[in-house]
């Protein structure tokens, strides 16, 4: 079965620091892969896709297919960043598998 | 509303009662999923459906579980006979078809048996 593992409960950093959140996820095929964001008291949102290639807010992700990773990161890491981020994965159709979420704490 | 929208947002039942969660999808989305969030993990699916039809309820844990969504638009989530392993957050979910890449997420309803 595939997995979503997200190594860091907690991710603490400093205004202005560079920010990687990790993903990594075991799955033979050709996975699809999704970052979900959740600011507090808001409802989970998709951040971005790793077929759109695009970067949302600054964040950018690639995959890496030899690595089966889909590490999320950020250059400057802003205030209004905190969040729960959770990485995702679809094989096909219409599930999605979660890891269990990084908490982004960025500092002031 | 705009968004998806679920009610109760909160539950708290006894052990051994029948529950209903119900979710009001954004209108014209023809995908509707649920998910259960237990604490410091992330979502689990459950079961997804395209209309009226579920096209996949493999995550279902058990046959306590059933989801209904007979006109196409608001679901039910239904829990019978609840134990305490049921306490979760179920979310809904739903999206414009069966494209996966964006599910636009209800707030959830928070489901606490004693």
């Known amino acids: 079965a595939q997995r979503v593992t997200q190594p860091e409960k907690l991710l603490s950093v400093f205004k202005g620091a560079p920010v990687e959140l990790k993903c990594n996820y075991s799955?033979?095929?050709?996975?699809?892969l999704f970052w979900y964001v959740q600011y507090s008291r808001q409802r989970l949102q998709l951040l971005l896709r790793h077929i759109s290639r695009e970067s949302i807010k600054g964040f950018t992700a690639d995959l890496n297919k030899g690595e089966t990773s889909f590490h999320l990161k950020k250059p400057f890491a802003q205030e209004e960043d905190s969040a729960m981020y959770y990485c995702?994965?679809?094989?096909?159709?219409?599930?999605?598998?979660f890891g269990a979420g990084t908490i982004l704490r960025v500092k002031s | 509303g705009a968004g998806v929208s679920q009610t109760p947002s909160n539950k708290v039942t006894e052990k051994g009662k029948y529950v209903e969660l119900r979710c009001d999808p954004i209108s014209g989305h023809t995908a509707l999923y649920w998910y259960r969030q237990s604490l410091g993990q992330g979502p689990e699916f459950l079961i997804y459906?395209?209309?009226?039809?579920?096209?996949?309820d493999s995550g279902l844990p058990n046959d306590r579980f059933f989801a209904v969504r007979p006109e196409g638009s608001v679901s039910t989530l239904k829990i019978q006979r609840t134990e305490r392993g049921d306490s979760a957050v179920y979310l809904c979910?739903?999206?414009?078809?069966?494209?996966?890449?964006?599910?636009?997420f209800g707030e959830g309803s928070r489901l606490t048996v004693l």
């Open positions: 459906f395209q209309g009226t039809g579920a096209a996949d």
């Open positions: 995702a994965l679809s094989e096909y159709g219409n599930k999605l598998v």
């Open positions: 799955y033979s095929g050709s996975p699809e």
């Open positions: 979910a739903s999206s414009l078809m069966g494209d996966t890449g964006e599910l636009f």
